[in-house]
């Protein structure tokens, strides 16, 4: 088990270790120079010189990205044009946004797929199942933002039951910076009327992020507890006279979760790309959000460091799932090293 | 008599010979028959097993229905619309914002030019169906390639090689490296294509990875190295076919994934821009307009939501026509 969570931990470093140099080296050979976007056009060509050479954007591009790469191991991520201070400060200032944003979708969606998904298994070929199945085709085929559009639409402008953008109301303060996470800032702090108006405020995009995969997670529960159903040791224990509660809880339902539960994992990776659609819609004061800005403006350090941290957080997500299943499969934790 | 029995029994035995060498010739004629039948129709044969598997659902044919209407608008929209002088810079300041279902007109009601929404979503379905169409076609092929050989030549240098290359580009999620890329690059529907299929190609190699890695143990591969097959007929006429059955189903499911993620790119900002009638832009160009106007947008995206819709149904048929067939998932 050790032994293969090292070699994936491995192999998803040399992943991303290529594709710091793949986006490096591609945002370095496109025509434009990143000093020119730095500096005003009337900027003396002497100073532009030397700045050139003090950020060492005269050397070869592979001088630069080792120069970029002991930068980034001692945590300075570049100068952000867009932003005109280090982009580090803007990850530390922006990212705890979004992923609290991410961790309430995801719970949001666990929940709700786990729930949608036995509702159906249990129900099979009964109203229940085809109206999961409804949804999970319209789960599947609406894009996130759209949701996002609609949901915009629906529950905020004509119901008026949430907020329409941002993260606090106007008149609340963000609690003083302990974690940089809002909710829990606030947790520590006692204000719990902060937290209230942050989870009001966070609801709509945190489902907006979560329904698409939500209905792709259900129907694989769904189809796993047909297949275990058909098991010899299920029909057993039904023969033996169990109680079909226990049947269902103790036996038949763990089983049944290990493929819904790695379609969960790609689909709460999933959400760091939904991510960017769903804070710009609701104006979510995020590091998606901010990374898209950054973008518009060709923002080269900025996007390099945005690809590098949502793939160091892919890499996680994918590897905490696989150790997951392995633990609720026997199977794989016996037979694994 | 014992002559008179013989002879009898002769007799007997070259009338019996006879019965029995036509009795022999109908039967080898009707064997013949049949087999000039099956000569004609093996293909025929699977296609018919394999619609009946495709039509057994009916909302596979729901599928295909939407996907060839969505097609054919992609192709034909300009000559269906009521109004094709919308697509690009039209202005009628007199007719903007009509509400829809008010008048034959305006159907589906007018944007902030006075555009025909109807009109410029239905000519928008060609941009969604062309991202598709172009990344699909650049995307299967060489993923599949690339899997092929890397399979063929499993735990080899080779092997490593290929598949880790095809591993940077899956190591975030597609919509990142796509916004990244096209970022970098200037926003334009060409980029936005490129960027998109340059993240696709690895799932493709993935499936074929994964099938051919499991098919080159399989007996008559190994015939076929035996009898001094050449590696790229072993690899394209005698594995590739066995693998059409996921690929097909992964590339008629993918449909919809691509046009969901041209649709976010245009939607960001950085794939077709206004007043392309392109859907994601619309649904972007709309989403100010919320809610007060909400049919400029609304609308666009119930579109791209119905294409993709189709196609997945459409994919669901598919996988259920080559589930056993194909070999593998």
């Known amino acids: ?337 | 008599m014992a002559n008179d029995n013989n002879e009898i029994e002769e007799i007997d035995e070259q009338v019996e010979e006879q019965v029995d060498e036509e009795a022999d010739e109908q039967v080898e004629e009707q064997v013949e028959k049949l087999l000039d039948e099956k000569k004609e129709s093996p293909l025929k044969d699977a296609l018919k097993r394999r619609w009946y598997r495709f039509s057994k659902n009916p909302l596979s044919k729901i599928g295909l229905a939407i996907a060839l209407t969505s097609i054919f608008l992609a192709i034909f929209g300009r000559y269906v619309v009521p109004h094709p002088a919308h697509a690009g810079l039209y202005r009628d300041y007199g007719n903007k914002f009509i509400e829809p279902f008010q008048t034959w007109t305006f159907p589906l009601g007018t944007d902030s030019y006075g555009r025909c929404v109807l009109s410029r979503t239905i000519m928008g379905f060609k941009y969604s169906i062309r991202m598709a169409a172009v990344v699909l076609s650049l995307v299967v092929p060489s993923g599949v390639v690339v899997g092929l050989v890397a399979g063929y030549h499993k735990d080899t240098w080779i092997d490593t090689l290929l598949m880790r290359t095809s591993d940077i580009f899956i190591a975030v999620p597609p919509l990142v490296l796509a916004l990244s890329i096209t970022a970098m690059l200037e926003p334009d529907p060409f980029y936005a294509m490129m960027a998109v299929s340059l993240m696709w190609w690895p799932w493709y190699a993935r499936i074929a990875y994964n099938n051919v890695s499991s098919l080159v143990n399989e007996d008559f591969v190994k015939s076929a190295e035996i009898m001094g097959d050449s590696k790229l007929h072993i690899m394209f006429s005698e594995i590739l076919p066995n693998c059409t059955g996921p690929i097909l189903t992964k590339l008629t499911l993918d449909v919809g994934w691509v046009i969901i993620i041209g649709a976010s790119l245009s939607f960001v900002g950085l794939g077709a821009q206004a007043p392309t009638p392109d859907l994601g832009t619309m649904v972007a160009d709309g989403s100010g307009l919320l809610p007060t106007w909400w049919w400029v947008s609304i609308f666009p995206a119930m579109a791209i939501s119905f294409i993709i819709l189709g196609f997945n149904l459409l994919g669901d048929g598919v996988q259920d026509a080559f589930e056993e067939v194909g070999g593998g998932s």
Request: hydrophobic share 50%; net charge positive.
């Open chain 1, 1 to 337: 088990m050790k032994k293969y969570i090292g070699k994936r931990l491995f192999w998803a470093l040399v992943a991303l270790i290529g594709l710091s140099i793949f986006i490096f080296y591609f945002g370095r050979i496109i025509p434009g120079d990143p000093i020119r976007m730095m500096v005003s056009p009337q900027t003396p060509e002497h100073v532009v010189e030397e700045l050139r050479q003090s950020l060492a954007l005269d050397r070869p591009i592979y001088t630069q990205y080792f120069i970029w790469m002991r930068n980034v191991f001692q945590g300075e991520l570049g100068f952000s044009v867009y932003s005109r201070r280090s982009v580090t400060v803007d990850v530390q200032q922006y990212l705890p946004r979004s992923l609290e944003l991410i961790t309430y979708a995801a719970l949001i969606q666990i929940t709700g797929s786990f729930l949608l998904g036995i509702f159906a298994g249990s129900n099979i070929d009964k109203w229940q199942d085809h109206l999961t199945r409804l949804f999970s085709y319209i789960g599947v085929s609406v894009p996130a933002f759209v949701f996002a559009i609609i949901f915009l639409l629906v529950f905020s402008h004509n119901l008026g039951w949430f907020p329409s953008g941002g993260a606090l109301s106007e008149g609340v303060s963000e609690p003083s910076r302990i974690t940089g996470f809002i909710a829990l800032d606030a947790l520590l702090q006692g204000q719990f009327f902060t937290i209230g108006d942050f989870i009001h405020h966070a609801t709509l995009p945190a489902i907006a992020l979560a329904i698409p995969g939500m209905a792709q997670v259900a129907r694989m529960i769904r189809s796993g507890m047909i297949t275990i159903n058909q098991k010899e040791y299920i029909s057993m224990a039904r023969g033996y006279g169990l109680p079909e509660r226990i049947v269902r809880f103790k036996y038949l339902l763990r089983p049944s979760i290990i493929p819904g539960v790695t379609v969960l994992g790609m689909q709460i990776a999933m959400m760091l790309g939904n991510a960017f659609l769903v804070e710009m819609v609701f104006g979510w004061p995020g590091f998606s959000r901010f990374a898209i800005n950054a973008m518009m403006r060709s923002d080269l350090n900025t996007i390099v460091a945005t690809v590098l941290i949502i793939g160091i957080m892919f890499a996680i997500i994918n590897i905490v799932v696989d150790t997951l299943v392995a633990y609720i499969d026997p199977r794989i934790r016996y037979s694994g090293s």
